[in-house]
């Protein structure tokens, strides 16, 4: 199964008063991790929107906190889909300092039309570009 890996700087910003990433923080690194793919694959969100009447929003989200990232750490954001079917893909994304599995995120993203927020199948030319094989 193919998986996308995209380096985090740790910086101040994403830190509460005791030097540790504030726990909301680290969806913003996943969303960063799954647009990067998708630009790394040549799809602009922009792109998707005016050229595909497409919009991505994620649906739901389990995630477990393992250890706390801090300040100035250098992590990793594995992501790869598990499934997907129709207008949805389940991601698996995980964020390592080297080692280290910080966090775990199981999180499901709908595949909308931009303009009535409908449910819209997400076009084969994207997911096989992710997944391969779909």
């Known amino acids: ?3 996308f ?9 994403d830190t ?3 030097g540790v990433v504030y ?3 680290y969806l913003n690194f996943m969303e960063r991790a799954r647009t990067e793919w998708l630009r790394a694959l040549g799809f602009e969100q922009d792109q998707l929107r005016t050229e595909h ?8 989200m389990q995630l477990t906190y393992r250890r706390p990232a ?3 750490d250098a992590l990793l954001i594995q992501s790869r889909i598990n499934k997907a079917s129709g207008a949805s893909m389940q991601f698996e994304q ?6 280290e599995l910080l966090c775990q995120a199981s999180v499901r993203i709908a595949s ?12 084969t030319f994207i997911l096989t570009e992710m997944h391969g094989d779909c």
């Open 16 to 18: 509460d008063a005791g």
């Open 112 to 123: 909308l039309d931009a303009e009535s927020f409908r449910p819209k199948s997400i076009p």
């Open 70 to 72: 801090r300040f100035n």
């Open 53 to 60: 009447n497409l919009l991505f929003a994620v649906h739901s």
């Open 5 to 13: 890996d995209w380096p985090v700087r740790v910086y101040y910003e």
């Open 23 to 25: 726990h909301a923080n």
């Open 94 to 99: 995980n964020i390592y300092r080297g080692e």
């Open 1 to 3: 199964m193919q998986t």
